[in-house]
């Protein structure tokens, strides 16, 4: 074992270096990951990023990593640590979807990407915290309490994947994992200023996942760069027989274009996406589509997608009723808090739904339930689904003369801590560009592309259906030309 003192090991290097580093002997998994815990744990007092952290589990991991690695099979993600949002399902650690209904559900099983993320020898830092059932946009509904920006800790991370971005954002960790059914990925990593990525629908299994609204939700991963984002998203991609809605397509090699450069990238620009966000959001998109044409991509701006204003509508028909009907198993019978003492079965499940659940969740199954009842119906459900299919074909249209979009990820940069608390539309709204790719099924990734107010800003780049490769190889390209994703918040310690 290579005798350094774990203090020393940078721990701002991202999941590609580190991985170099073991294999050339610098340091060992353990050694990483004993350093990676006491960062975590120093920098966890300000920034609440985990629920749980999983020190035993981390080190049994990285003592396994380190006989991978010994052996000579290794994969790329052997022995780096990475933090995992706590809605993932982990075999023997309590999975809480930040919810006082889960605080002690234990599951019996890893999730399909868990499996395939400890397949790879990837260590498992702890449970990142996010808004209950992933319902938010800025980690502020989560009942442990929220997580709070390295970059101004009065400020939120986003969410509702805040813990995963937080912790990746303050070099705690070099990756972690998210999910995105709205923009739960890309809205963090742009208000953290880091790099996440949702994939296309199907690309990768939900087995295992709490499931919030489940012809949206996508499991993604965050990173500091576009290397680190395709080896992780290489590790969990591909067809699960234990999820039906994923494809079956091959799985491509993520990085394949990564020496293509912006050559020949036709990026479309679409009004739609450029509207309604703040000016100093706008200046830096700008900006990076500039600096994109300047390295040779052919910018599109007559693109149009004229339902896309839709799309915020249509989510919150769409999402709240499918989060309706998968929240309806939290009865206090088969999982989670339970009210043991009521007057009848009636009051002990209307009590036990009442005390699990948070605010923003009740709001949501309202919704849900209201949009579902009979008589509304056909008024809310089957018209969304309709105008669905309308911005699902307007993407596809414009994909015709264009290979991405670009836009904001987000209409502003991080908010204050209470700013959007109690006003649930304007929380909404900051997925103004998000959900409509969610809508579409698409892939999509938010970029770090500069400063407003001092605070990161995130491009949003779109691509046709299963062309993760394309949006991976345009941020690596990206990446050549600036040093946006190099920026680090100040130091936690
Ligand atoms: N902010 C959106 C919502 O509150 C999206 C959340 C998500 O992607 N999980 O529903």
Redesign the pocket.
């Known amino acids: 074992m290579p005798n350094i003192d774990p203090s020393t090991i940078d721990l701002d290097r991202t999941a590609h270096e580190h991985a170099a580093a073991l294999r050339a002997g610098e340091y060992t998994s353990v050694q990483l990951t004993e350093a990676t815990l006491a960062r975590v744990k120093a920098q966890d007092a300000a920034l609440n990023a985990y629920v749980t952290i999983t020190d035993e589990l981390a080190l049994e991991q990285a003592r396994a990593a380190d006989a991978r690695l010994t052996s000579g099979d290794a994969t790329l993600l052997t022995g780096v640590p990475v933090a995992v949002k706590d809605l993932l399902s982990t075999k023997g650690v309590r999975t809480t979807a930040s919810s006082r209904m889960l605080e002690d559900f234990v599951p019996v099983v890893d999730c399909t990407v868990v499996q395939r993320l400890n397949a790879s020898g990837a260590v498992t830092i702890g449970k990142a915290n996010l808004?209950e059932f992933?319902?938010?946009?800025s980690t502020e509904h989560s009942y442990f309490g929220p997580t709070h920006n390295p970059w101004d800790l009065e400020r939120v991370p986003g969410?509702?994947?805040g813990g995963s971005a937080a912790t990746v954002a303050a070099r705690g960790v070099p990756l972690s994992l998210g999910?995105?059914?709205?923009?739960?990925?890309r809205?963090p990593a742009a208000l953290c200023g880091i790099l996440g990525l949702k994939p296309t629908y199907g690309r990768v299994s939900r087995w295992g996942v709490v499931a919030?609204a489940s012809s949206l939700?996508q499991v993604g991963p965050f990173g500091r760069d576009a290397e680190d984002l395709a080896d992780l998203i290489q590790a969990i991609a591909g067809d699960d027989p234990m999820d039906s809605t994923t494809s079956d397509l091959p799985v491509p090699d993520f990085k394949e274009g990564f020496d293509r450069g912006f050559d020949g990238l036709r990026v479309g620009v679409p009004a739609e996406f450029m509207e309604g966000g703040d000016e100093g959001v706008r200046d830096a998109v700008e900006a990076a589509i500039a600096a994109m044409e300047a390295n040779g991509a052919t910018i599109v701006r007559d693109i149009t997608l004229p339902t896309a204003k839709a799309a915020l509508p249509v989510?919150y028909i769409i999402?709240p009723s499918e989060a309706s009907a998968n929240l309806a198993r939290y009865d206090g019978v088969k999982y989670g808090h339970a009210v043991t003492n009521g007057r009848s079965a009636e009051d002990e499940m209307s009590r036990s739904r009442g005390e699990g659940f948070g605010p923003e969740v009740k709001r949501r199954i309202m919704l849900g339930t209201y949009a579902l009842s009979a008589g509304y119906f056909d008024a809310y459900y089957l018209k969304a689904q309709k105008v669905r299919t309308l911005i699902r074909r307007d993407l596809d249209t414009a994909f015709e003369r264009c290979d991405v979009i670009a836009s904001p990820t987000s209409p502003n940069v991080a908010f204050r801590l209470n700013e959007k608390l109690d006003d649930p539309y304007a929380?909404?709204l900051?997925?103004l560009y998000t959900?409509p790719v969610?809508i579409a099924g698409n892939p999509g990734i938010s970029i770090p592309c500069g400063f407003s107010e001092g605070l990161p800003v995130g491009l949003q780049l779109v691509a046709p259906h299963f062309e993760e490769s394309t949006l991976l190889a345009a941020a690596h390209a990206y990446e050549g030309i600036t040093d946006w994703h190099r920026q680090a918040p100040p130091s936690l310690g």
Request: glycine residues 16%.
């Open positions: 808004d992933a319902m938010g946009s969410g509702s994947s999910t995105d059914t709205g923009g739960s990925i809205q919030f939700d989510y999402a929380m909404y900051n997925d959900i969610n």
